[in-house]
């Protein structure tokens, strides 16, 4: 399973766009990236996952470099309740049920 | 959000005794999983049901069974809970390889 790599704390101004990164130069051609968050004490919260295009939806985007080695999370007006750890996770979906791995993730705090 | 509960969300119990969560999801979905979170560990997975009867251990299987007599239920037992149980065990359910939908949680504490 490939692994990612994220910094472990970020800091955004409240309306400012938030953009974290994710490593994951092991990445093979079957595996998406998923980002997932989880608000204290919280189950975690899909947001968003692609493969190898640029996604979004009504949460944020997901901009993936074209070697797929690395990828960036964007909330693009970042609120107070969007303070969490982001997960950024390199999934194959035929391995053990689909499995989720998840590393230490970005803690982001938004800040007035 | 996905229809997911599970129960009971906080539990506190001895060492050596047994304990069941339960998982329930209203979204027939098929797959569902079991994850415990720890400080340091990040989530990991316990075991999972690709079906009603079908299930496979994940990575930290040891010390947990489970049994998924339902489509809508998954039930984690520990047949003698220890200390190092002690976490916070989140359910997921997805279907067929698709994006996994988490649960609120429970807070097992092993005393």
């Known amino acids: 399973d490939a692994k990612t790599t994220q910094p472990p704390s970020m800091d955004c101004a409240e309306g400012r766009a938030a953009n974290l990164p994710c490593n994951h130069s092991t990445i093979s051609g079957n595996e998406y990236v998923y980002w997932y968050r989880q608000i204290h004490s919280q189950g975690p919260q899909y947001i968003i996952h692609g493969l190898k295009n640029n996604e979004t939806n009504e949460m944020a985007s997901l901009i993936i470099t074209e070697d797929r080695k690395s990828s960036t999370l964007i909330l693009p007006h970042a609120t107070l309740r969007d303070t969490a750890v982001y997960y950024c996770i390199v999934r194959a979906l035929y391995n053990q049920g689909g499995k989720l791995i998840f590393g230490q993730g970005t803690e982001l705090s938004v800040k007035p | 959000d996905a229809g997911i509960t599970q129960s009971p969300r906080h539990k506190v119990t001895e060492t050596g005794t047994p304990v069941t969560l339960r998982c329930h999801q209203t979204e027939n979905h098929r797959y569902m999983y079991w994850y415990r979170q720890d400080p340091g560990h990040g989530l990991r997975l316990i075991h999972y049901?690709?079906?009603?009867?079908?299930?496979d251990k994940g990575e930290v299987s040891d010390g947990y069974s489970v049994s998924r007599s339902k489509t809508e239920d998954f039930l984690l037992t520990l047949e003698s809970a220890t200390s190092s149980q002690t976490s916070v065990y989140f359910c997921a359910i997805s279907e067929v390889q698709e994006t996994q939908y988490f649960g609120p949680g429970t807070r097992l504490l092993v005393l």
């Open positions: 049901s690709y079906g009603v009867k079908d299930t």
